[in-house]
C-alpha cells in the first residue's frame, strides 16, 4: 500500500508505523487517519505480526488535529461527518498490542492517539499537553476522558484548562507513560519490548489487551469477573499447556497461537 502522510515498515514480527507529515509537525488530517487506520488494519490482518509501534519524529510524535483543516469546519459539518470518530472507533478496535513511542510533542489530538495505544514510552524529550482551550474549542478524542483516568482529576484539569505542557519526567510520575529513555534509544527500547512481546502468545496477549482495557469501561467487580472468566477460558488453549509444560521442564515455551 502506498502512503503519503506515514510510513510502514515490518521487522520481524513487528509493524513500524511512523507519522510522517514533518511540515505540519505530523498534525492529524483526514488522510493521515485514514492511513494510519489502513495501515492498523493491514498489520491486524497480517499473521506474521505480533506487535505494532506507533511513532513520529525526533520532533514531533503529532501535535494535534490539523488547525488549519479544522479552522474552515462548521458544527453541522463535524456532527454530520462525526469527525474523527470512526477513526478512533477503528483504531480502538485493533486486537494486536500497540506501544507508542514518543519524542517531542504529542498534543492535542496528538496526546490522545498515543493514550489510544497500549502503552506509551517516552524519549526524555517528550511534551504532553492539551491545549485545544488555547484554540477555543476542548479535548474531543479522550483528552478530557483517558487522560482523567491515567493521572488522575487534579492534573488532568491543570492540563486542559491551562493547556500547559507536560514533560517526560512528570508524564511518567504521573503515570501517562510506562518508561523514559534517551531520545537515541527511544526505536530501540520500542523495538526491544515489541520483541518481548512477539514472543509470546498471541491469544494471550490480546486477552491481555482486552481485559486491562476492559477495566477502564466497567464497575470493579464486573471487571473482576471478566478477567476470571478469560482466565478460565485460556485453559482451553494448547498455549495454556505448553506455558506450564515448558516451565516444568525448564524450557523456552514454544507457543503456537492456538
Ligand atoms: N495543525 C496544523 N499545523 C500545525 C499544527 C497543527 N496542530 N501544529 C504545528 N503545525 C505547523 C505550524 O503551523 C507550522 O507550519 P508553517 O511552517 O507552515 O507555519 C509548522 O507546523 C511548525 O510549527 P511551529 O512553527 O509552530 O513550530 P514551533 O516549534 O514554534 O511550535 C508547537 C511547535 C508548540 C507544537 C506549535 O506548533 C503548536 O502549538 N501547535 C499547535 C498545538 C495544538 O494546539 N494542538 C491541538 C490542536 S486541536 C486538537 O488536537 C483537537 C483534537 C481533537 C479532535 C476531535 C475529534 C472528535
Redesign the pocket.
Same mark, same amino acid.
Given at each position: 500500500m502506498a502512503f503519503e502522510t506515514i510510513t510502514v515498515e515490518t521487522e520481524d514480527h513487528v509493524t513500524i508505523i511512523t507519522l510522517n507529515r514533518p511540515? @505540519?509537525?505530523n @498534525?492529524l488530517n483526514d488522510q493521515l487517519m485514514g492511513e494510519l487506520v489502513s495501515a492498523l488494519q493491514a498489520a491486524q490482518e497480517n499473521d506474521k505480526v505480533r506487535c505494532i509501534i506507533l511513532t513520529g519524529s525526533d520532533k514531533?510524535f503529532a501535535?494535534?488535529?490539523?488547525?488549519?483543516m479544522?479552522s474552515e469546519k462548521t458544527f453541522v459539518e463535524v456532527f454530520s461527518e462525526d =469527525? =474523527? /470518530?470512526p477513526d478512533a472507533d477503528a483504531i480502538m478496535r485493533i486486537r494486536k498490542p500497540i506501544i507508542a513511542a514518543v519524542s517531542g510533542?504529542a498534543?492535542?489530538? /496528538?496526546c490522545?492517539l498515543a493514550m489510544m495505544c497500549d502503552f506509551i514510552i517516552a524519549s526524555e524529550t517528550a511534551k504532553f499537553g492539551q491545549?485545544?482551550i488555547?484554540?477555543g474549542?476542548m479535548? /474531543?478524542?479522550g483528552g478530557s476522558q483517558r487522560l482523567t483516568r491515567f493521572i488522575g482529576k487534579s492534573k488532568a484539569m491543570d492540563m486542559n484548562l491551562t493547556g500547559r505542557f507536560m514533560d517526560a519526567e512528570e508524564a511518567e510520575r504521573s503515570g501517562l507513560v510506562s518508561r523514559v529513555v534517551p531520545v537515541k534509544k527511544l526505536r530501540e527500547e520500542a523495538m526491544a519490548a515489541a520483541a518481548k512481546i512477539s514472543e509470546k502468545s498471541m491469544i494471550t496477549a490480546m486477552a491481555v489487551k482486552e481485559s486491562v482495557n476492559r477495566s477502564y469501561e466497567t464497575t470493579l467487580r464486573e471487571g473482576l469477573l471478566f478477567e476470571r472468566r478469560v482466565f478460565h477460558s485460556m485453559f482451553a488453549t494448547e498455549d495454556q499447556k505448553e506455558g506450564m509444560a515448558a516451565f516444568m521442564e525448564k524450557r523456552e515455551a514454544q507457543f503456537r497461537d492456538k
Open positions: 511540515d @505540519a509537525m @498534525a514531533a501535535a494535534g488535529a490539523d488547525i488549519k479544522m =469527525f =474523527f /470518530g510533542y498534543l492535542g489530538g /496528538g490522545e491545549p485545544e488555547n484554540l474549542v479535548a /474531543g478524542l
